[in-house]
Structures are given as structure tokens and as C-alpha cells.
């Protein structure tokens, strides 16, 4: 009896620890599951932008304008996609909100990349959610 009783509690601390190491293992593929994410696959807009950059170094800045417009709108469309799901219509004035306080940001990024093409985009248009939000209702 006491051979059977040795032999279960070492087949229950090997378990044990195994249960401890396995915690571990999991624990730190969490973290790599974290730097996956963070290397993401680039976007559409993320695409355009490179290859309006490629287009303005050949010279050809018409083309390049195109891509970085179409790069802007793609921005646009996710920004207010997000602000959309994020705030429902009885919050309107915080979505509004939230358009002024991250609308600069896309237009700071786009003026200084289109900047190299000679040609300009209209900010105002897009310069409001409710404006947006208009264009896409009549749509």
C-alpha cells in the first residue's frame, strides 16, 4: 500500500509542476500573439501612400495626387466609421467632438504629403462630422 501510495503522490507533483511550466508557456505566447498584432499587415490607404510616394519621385505627380486623394478619403471613411460605431445619434455633439479633435490629424498628415505634388485637396469639405455624415446619407 504504501508503494502505490509513493508512486501517486510523485505522479501528482510531476503534474504539478507540469501544470506550472504549461502556465508559463501559455503566458508567454500571449505575449507573442501581442507582437504579432502590433506588426500588422499595412492598409489600402498605407498602399496608395507608398505608391504615391513611388509615383512623386518618378515625376509623376498628377498620378501620385490621385493616390494620396484616394488615400485621404480612405481615411476620412475610417474615421468616421469608427466615430460612428464608437458614438451612437444621441451623442452627436460627441461625435462632432471627437471629428475636431482627430480631423486635423488626417488633414496635418495628408497637406504634408500632398504638399509635394503641387495640386491641393478641399479640407473643408470634410471639415465637420455632420458634413460627412450628410454625404453619406444622400448616398
Known amino acids: 500500500m504504501e508503494g502505490i501510495t509513493l508512486f501517486v503522490s510523485i505522479v501528482?507533483?510531476?503534474?504539478?509542476?507540469?501544470?506550472?511550466?504549461l502556465f508559463f508557456k501559455l503566458w508567454e505566447m500571449t505575449n507573442d500573439v501581442k507582437k504579432i498584432s502590433l506588426k500588422r499587415s499595412p492598409s489600402k490607404a498605407d498602399e496608395l501612400i507608398d505608391e504615391a510616394q513611388l509615383l512623386c519621385l518618378d515625376g509623376e505627380k498628377e498620378k501620385a495626387f490621385r493616390c494620396y486623394?484616394?488615400?485621404?478619403?480612405?481615411?476620412?471613411?475610417e474615421l468616421y466609421n469608427n466615430i460612428s460605431q464608437k458614438y451612437n445619434v444621441a451623442l452627436k455633439e460627441d461625435r462632432a467632438n471627437m471629428w475636431k479633435l482627430h480631423y486635423p490629424n488626417v488633414v496635418r498628415f495628408y497637406k504634408s504629403k500632398i504638399s509635394f505634388t503641387d495640386f491641393t485637396l478641399n479640407y473643408k469639405d470634410y471639415d465637420t462630422f455632420d458634413k460627412v455624415d450628410n454625404i453619406f446619407s444622400k448616398g
Open 69 to 77: 486623394k484616394q488615400s485621404f478619403l480612405m481615411s476620412i471613411v
Open 12 to 21: 501528482i507533483i510531476v503534474f504539478g509542476v507540469l501544470q506550472i511550466v
